[in-house]
């Protein structure tokens, strides 16, 4: 079965400093998208991105955040200048095109900023 | 703003019985709603998904109905195994092309042996 692969699986950073998470999507899915879950919490959306931009972002997606697909695999998720309440588990999920089964997700990388 | 509800934290269901999780949405404009099923440290599997056209749909043990009036969905797994035990998250999805889904705060399901 293809999976959503993300790395690493656990990153711990100093605050203020730059972060990037790394996923590889399914190969034939069109659509990507990143989620967190802070502890305890809802999961989130934070971006989607479709033929290599942004299709829509949400208010947690400041200018901290950027997303991109720099290879034909590749989709990453950058944290400019970390901060104590980035802390949380961040999910990758892919979609092929008219998809009914929802996204596939990653396993997530688990944020900790200290 | 909390569009998409469960107000079960969790439940307790003993095996073979049936479990119900609900789920509450504000958002009229939803129009496809799914489950994802979460285990500790992996990412949310989705289970199954219904649209607004739909009032029921049903894989094997598990059936969502959808109620619009009353803006209620509901997983029935029937019958519950130790294996369902999980995190499990209600989805809401308005059709804006990118299929950004909004969830629930979960419901942590337990399956007693």
């Known amino acids: 079965e293809p999976e959503v692969t993300q790395t690493p699986s656990h990153q711990v950073t100093q605050m203020g400093q730059e972060v990037i998470l790394r996923c590889v999507p399914i190969?034939?899915?069109?659509?990507f998208y990143w989620y967190r879950q802070i502890l305890g919490q809802k999961v989130e959306f934070l971006v989607s991105?479709?033929?290599?931009?942004?299709?829509?972002k949400s208010e947690i997606f400041d200018d901290q955040f950027s997303v991109e697909r720099p290879d034909g695999s590749n989709f990453t998720l950058k944290i400019r200048s970390t901060k104590l309440e980035d802390s949380a588990m961040y999910f990758c999920?892919?979609?092929?095109?008219?998809?009914?089964?929802?996204?596939?997700f990653g396993s997530g990388t688990r944020l900790t900023v200290v | 703003d909390q569009q998409v509800k469960q107000n079960s934290p969790s439940l307790s269901v003993q095996e073979g019985r049936i479990s119900i999780l609900n789920c509450d949405y504000t958002?009229?404009?939803?129009?496809?709603f799914l489950w994802y099923k979460k285990y500790p440290a992996e990412g949310p599997t989705f289970l199954i998904s219904?649209?607004?056209?739909?009032d029921k749909n049903e894989d094997g043990r598990f059936t969502v109905f959808l109620n619009k009036s009353a803006k209620h969905l509901s997983l029935h797994i029937v019958p519950s195994q130790p294996g369902d035990s999980a995190v499990y998250f209600c989805?809401?999805?308005?059709?804006?092309?990118?299929?950004?889904?909004?969830f629930g705060t979960g419901t942590r399901l337990k399956v007693l042996a």
């Open positions: 999920a892919s979609r092929a095109s008219g998809s009914l089964t929802g996204y596939t």
């Open positions: 190969s034939n899915h069109l659509y």
């Open positions: 991105f479709y033929n290599n931009e942004i299709s829509e």
């Open positions: 958002n009229s404009m939803f129009d496809y």
């Open positions: 219904i649209s607004s056209i739909k």
């Open positions: 989805a809401a999805s308005a059709d804006s092309g990118t299929y950004k889904y909004i």
